[in-house]
């Protein structure tokens, strides 16, 4: 592999990851009914969003009593669960959402650490 094909691979590489931290976010975060599990889940995400995505994001709340059908197409098996559709590669985070690490990381808002606090 050339010098020059390596610089170009990185450059684009970097154009990338630039552009990510501009696209928008769309997430969707399913829920079962009002219980109080459901409501924390909305505000530990609502919060998220607003600190790390101000202004960048769109989040569709779906409750999965009165939409069961969108359970099956989106392949939800728990609730409550967050799937990030956009910017890919899509994710889903499926169970508690109080561990902020795991829901940052969830998001490609924090990299992933070796447990030692490493990248």
Do not use: F, W
């Amino acid at each position: 592999m050339s010098p020059k094909m390596t610089k170009t691979a990185l450059e684009t590489i970097e154009a990338a990851s630039r552009d990510s931290g501009s696209q928008p976010y769309i997430l969707r975060l399913y829920i079962a009914g009002l219980t109080p599990r459901s409501q924390e889940a909305v505000r530990i995400i609502t919060g998220i969003c607003e600190e790390h995505l101000a202004g960048r994001y769109n989040l569709e709340v779906i409750d999965l009593y009165q939409n069961p059908v969108l359970a099956k197409g989106e392949q939800i098996i728990a609730a409550p669960t967050l799937i990030k559709k956009l910017p890919l590669p899509l994710r889903k985070i499926i169970g508690n959402m109080a561990d902020k690490d795991k829901v940052l990381v969830g998001l490609d808002l924090r990299p992933k650490t070796d447990g030692h606090g490493k990248v």
